[in-house]
């Protein structure tokens, strides 16, 4: 395990990259079971160096609106941690299996983006017009289907985490 979690260091910086690229697999798991709740484990520390993220935390649909097809390993898709820890094995020893998980690198890229950029005035304003045209478009189109947000978002919010007395894994 590295980082703060384990007994070893590993800063984030390419010397941290160069450590985790040794490996196949890497163990994204959330600290909440909550919808829509996916941090830079999966995004810096899997998918930029090139490795399968195994994941938990929110259910699978989540990850699936966001992540490019079959580039993941969800933990509740087993019955057990030995079943998973035996899928794991099959694919470490099966290289034409395991590179299936990198298919979607044919037709895209993940790219690291800083939140403060994100907030930048002219990334802001690019992204409220692109999104006003993309509306127009489907409106004029007749395709168009307005967002739906929660009445309430700290009571969807409240309700959306799995409760804390169910934990990984139910069966051993």
Wanted: one cysteine or more.
């Amino acid at each position: 395990m590295y980082g703060s979690c384990g007994n070893t260091p590993c800063p984030r910086d390419e010397r941290c990259n160069r450590k985790l690229r040794k490996h196949k697999f890497y163990l994204a798991f959330e600290n909440s079971e909550c919808r829509d709740y996916i941090t830079e484990k999966l995004w810096r520390n899997a998918f930029l160096n090139d490795i399968v993220p195994v994941v938990y935390g929110p259910p699978r649909e989540d990850y699936e609106k966001v992540l490019p097809p079959n580039s993941f390993i969800h933990v509740h898709d087993f019955k057990s941690v030995k079943e998973l820890a035996e899928y794991l094995s099959k694919l470490d020893k099966d290289e034409g299996l395991y590179n299936t998980f990198f298919e979607w690198k044919k037709f895209g890229s993940v790219q690291l983006t800083l939140e403060e950029w994100l907030m930048e005035p002219e990334q802001v304003c690019s992204n409220i017009v692109s999104r006003l045209l993309k509306d127009e478009k489907e409106m004029r189109s007749g395709t168009y289907s307005p967002p739906k947000f929660p009445e309430d978002l700290g009571k969807w919010w409240d309700g959306s985490c799995t409760s804390q007395e169910t934990q990984y894994p139910i069966e051993i």
